[in-house]
């Protein structure tokens, strides 16, 4: 399972729809999932939606997106056992209540809902579109922090195999997007060191994405007509990326695509730079 | 200038530097600025004058007329319950493990924070002009909904139907556990959880009759606030841009302008490669011409659709931190000078 983080604009859904048909025109049967409402990955997949079903949106590729409501219902019956009867309503409502005040339980039930179809063995591999590096923290860590804040229950005891799936380097990896520009490469650095620190999950690998070639020639002089604009915008942002490039681990470069217009483009582009490695 | 700037869009495209710029060329014309940024880049946040975070309002020392405040949602917060609880309740609510977590994971409490803050500097009355760098929280429009929402979570429907209706004392709330439904949640959960999660609640209630008249205070600076969206032209951004105004006018107004950040020169779509020219600097200008056709097409789908002004910043390679090339970016833009 990889699981994609990285700072918000850099390109998270994208990356994510690109890893999905890059591992399915390898062969395998990929699940996508979108972990956040309103994140980019259905139009990246080429879809209008996401469903919590997981529907096939091309050979070999299946995507969901985690709904809250459904999520929860599911995690209490399936998960906790809470029989399905009429009034799951109610519970749902109150265990949401609780669950915005209480740290982790949120994050347990998101978290809980990817880990369960990673674990099903239905799919070679599962892509999480997950919540933005700010916020990563939070569910990375929501079992522990479950298990500092609650002494007993059955939440309790669920987060013990999430733990122990996402500690396992081989079941999941953590996938940081970043860009070569100072927030997020100063953001994808954080949380690098935080991870380092906290130990909850294996980074697979820290994906930089809208790299720029170097321009292959020397600046023009006169940069006032269009030809020495061009090359004074490139080769500036082509030194700025350097710098900020200088201070994230080796990893795939995805190109800066130009002129490309639709989302599943980008996608197809981005998953033949990454079959090229 | 009646209401608050309130520059909003999806996160990394460009809004804090379009906010400073803003402030720059308001306070430039002799207005009293003041611009309320959230988590700047460090050279932004050196040029504006603001370094550290929660800092009151500061006036720049090469542009007296300028001020800056940096917004920490996390501080905010605890003045929010100071302000609204008692004393004594206050007390126990800030040093709870669960307000940190109700802070930082209720989306809407770092955007109805910053909302405060922005009531509470406009009401100063001691700025011409209040800028707002809206926090980058998912959806963005959080930031208008934020009053609203928060005001439900803590009085509202989840908690209503957790007590049952009246505000119940201590001694119910211990009682809860008795109900059906809730006794499932207690054994998931854990019964001393429930408990302590309860009293939680029971003190952030006491926020509620506070909150509520903030809230609409707040709501009333939205209506009259100037919305400015800003947006790259890249498909996920342009989808939030258009969120925007498709919920907007029913939380605040329509927004007044839609700004495309790093806007190539339109003209270099046309240009006649000269002979002669080094083969990789005419692929090199190809290539951002079809870049800059690209973006076109999106700003023209863009502002027909939505009946709006379109602002363009250029695209520089390192983002503009002093104050003069800050001030050049609104005068170039055209519609945002026309702003202020």
């Not at chain 1, 939070?138 to 298990?147: E, V, Y």
């Not at chain 1, 190109?255 to 490695?277: I, K, M, Q």
């Not at chain 2, 004393?87 to 909302?115: K, N």
């Not at chain 2, 009246?166 to 556990?177: D, K, M, Q, T, Y």
Request: hydrophobic share 45%.
């Amino acid at each position: 399972m990889l699981i994609v983080t990285g700072k918000g604009g850099v390109g998270k859904s994208a990356v994510t729809a690109a890893l999905a048909v890059d591992a399915a025109r390898r062969g395998l049967r990929v699940l996508a999932i979108g972990m956040v409402e309103g994140q980019g990955l259905a139009g990246h997949l080429g879809v209008e939606k996401l469903t919590y079903q997981p529907a096939e949106v091309r050979p070999g590729i299946f995507a969901m997106a985690i709904n809250r409501p459904a999520a929860l219902d599911e995690y209490l019956r399936l998960q906790l056992h809470v029989p399905k009867f009429s009034r799951i309503g109610p519970i749902a409502r109150a265990f949401d209540a609780l669950a915005s005040a209480a740290p982790g339980i949120r994050e347990t039930v998101t978290m809980g809902k990817v880990l369960f179809e990673a674990r099903t063995r239905e799919w070679d591999l599962v892509v999480a579109d997950a919540p933005p590096s700010g916020q990563i923290g939070s569910h990375l860590r929501a079992p522990r922090t479950i298990s500092d804040l609650v002494g007993a229950g059955r939440v309790r005891e669920q987060t013990r195999w999430m733990e122990e799936w996402l500690n396992d380097p081989v079941k999941t990896g953590l996938v940081i997007v970043s860009t070569a520009e100072e927030l997020p490469a100063i953001e994808t650095v954080e949380t690098l060191a935080w991870l380092e620190h906290e130990q909850v999950v294996d980074v697979a690998s820290v994906i930089t994405n809208r790299t720029l070639e170097p321009l292959g020639a020397s600046v023009p002089a006169d940069v006032s007509a269009p030809i020495g604009a061009a090359a004074a915008l490139h080769d500036g942002i082509f030194h700025e990326q350097q710098r900020w490039l200088a201070t994230l681990p080796d990893g795939p470069r995805l190109p800066y695509l130009f002129g490309v217009t639709g989302p599943v483009e980008v996608t197809e582009r981005l998953a033949d730079v990454l079959e090229e490695r | 200038m009646s209401g608050p700037i309130l520059v909003t869009g999806a996160g990394g495209v460009g809004k804090t530097t379009v906010s400073a710029a803003l402030a720059v060329h308001a306070a430039r014309r002799g207005l009293e600025t003041l611009v309320l940024t959230v988590d700047p880049a460090k050279r932004l946040a050196s040029a504006l004058g603001v370094e550290t975070l929660g800092a009151e309002p500061t006036a720049n020392p090469e542009l007296p007329h300028l001020w800056a405040a940096m917004l920490d949602a996390e501080a905010s917060w605890e003045e929010i319950a100071r302000r609204h609880a008692p004393p004594d309740v206050a007390d126990r609510l800030v040093t709870s493990e669960f307000f940190r977590s109700i802070t930082r994971h209720f989306p809407a409490s770092q955007s109805y924070a910053a909302a405060e803050k922005m009531a509470d500097y406009v009401e100063a009355r001691r700025w011409d002009v209040v800028i707002v760098d809206t926090p980058p929280a998912a959806g963005g429009i959080e930031f208008f909904t934020a009053p609203q929402e928060l005001t439900e979570l803590v009085g509202g429907r989840l908690f209503r139907w957790l007590t049952g209706g009246s505000i119940p004392g201590r001694r119910e709330l211990f009682n809860l556990a008795a109900r059906p439904a809730l006794r499932i949640v207690d054994l998931a959960l854990g019964s001393d959880l429930l408990e302590r999660v309860s009293s939680f609640l029971f003190d952030l209630r006491s926020t509620y009759d506070g909150l509520r008249s903030r809230a609409t205070e707040i709501e009333r600076h939205f209506k009259k606030s100037v919305v400015l969206v800003v947006t790259t032209s890249d498909p996920a951004p342009v989808a939030e841009a258009a969120r925007f105004f498709q919920a907007l006018p029913a939380v605040a107004r329509a927004p007044a302008a839609v700004v495309f950040n790093r806007a190539l020169p339109t003209e270099w779509e046309k240009v006649d490669i000269p002979d002669g020219t080094a083969r990789p600097l005419a692929r090199n200008l190809a290539l951002w011409a079809r870049e800059a056709r690209r973006q076109e097409t999106v700003r023209d789908e863009f502002s027909a659709r939505y009946r709006v002004p379109v602002a363009r910043i250029a695209w520089q390679a390192t983002a503009p931190t002093d104050l003069d090339s800050l001030d050049a970016l609104v005068a170039d833009s055209g519609v945002l000078a026309d702003l202020l």
